[in-house]
């Protein structure tokens, strides 16, 4: 993880971390990170993949996100904060018409079942316009990672992607600590992991 280069002030051991190549970015802490340490690292890291990229980050790193109210998900059960407290929830917004979410989406569940025990949510969002074609694609599939709309979740604009697929990463204190748009390799998932 690189941060040279970033606008934010960032805490003195994650310099420390970072700036030896033989140590490790997981490296434990005496302590945990807070969520205003790991908001603020997130925001850092985003700036400098922004720098070296041109591509702006997306909004949503480095805030904080809690599930505002309970929505139906397509197997008629209830998701709320409670089922994503304390759990590294990896939010993924889809559309049945996507083909990089046909790519993607095989590799997301096969992720969530390895890990789920571990302590790895998974929220599904589909974008369709119609709720049909989402319900269809995943059942067709065999899916069954927890998937409603995005329009019944409410997670708000700074949330909302900006181009399909869009997997954002929430860390157990529930900070969003990284976008990823596009395609996503399978050992990219194994990555966030980091994270629990």
């Known amino acids: 993880m690189l941060l040279a280069g970033a606008s934010l002030s960032i805490p003195a051991w994650v310099g420390a971390q970072t700036a030896t190549p033989k ?10 990170m807070t969520a205003a340490e790991e908001a603020e690292v997130a925001r850092a890291v985003a700036d400098n993949i922004a720098d070296r990229t041109g591509d702006p980050p997306h909004p949503a790193i480095g805030t904080s996100l809690k599930i505002p109210n ?10 709320s904060e409670s089922q994503a407290s304390g759990k590294l929830l990896l939010i993924y917004y889809w ?3 996507c083909p990089v ?3 993607v989406s095989p590799r997301l569940h096969d992720f969530w079942q390895k890990n789920r ?3 790895v949510e998974v929220l599904t969002l ?18 069954k990672f927890p998937t409603s709309m995005a329009a019944a979740a409410k997670l708000g604009e700074v949330m909302a992607p900006r181009s399909l697929p869009t997997l954002m990463v929430r860390s157990k204190r529930g900070v969003i600590v990284s976008v990823d748009e596009g395609e996503i390799d ?8 980091v994270h629990l």
């Open 101 to 103: 979410c046909k790519v």
């Open 117 to 119: 025990s571990k302590g």
């Open 70 to 79: 309970k929505f139906k998900l397509f197997d008629g059960q209830d998701f």
């Open 95 to 97: 559309a049945s018409w």
């Open 186 to 193: 399978a050992d990219e998932f194994k990555d966030f992991l």
């Open 23 to 32: 140590k490790s970015a997981t490296a434990k802490r005496s302590k945990p």
């Open 126 to 143: 589909s974008t369709d316009i119609e709720v049909q074609p989402a319900f269809a694609y995943i059942q067709q599939r065999g899916y």
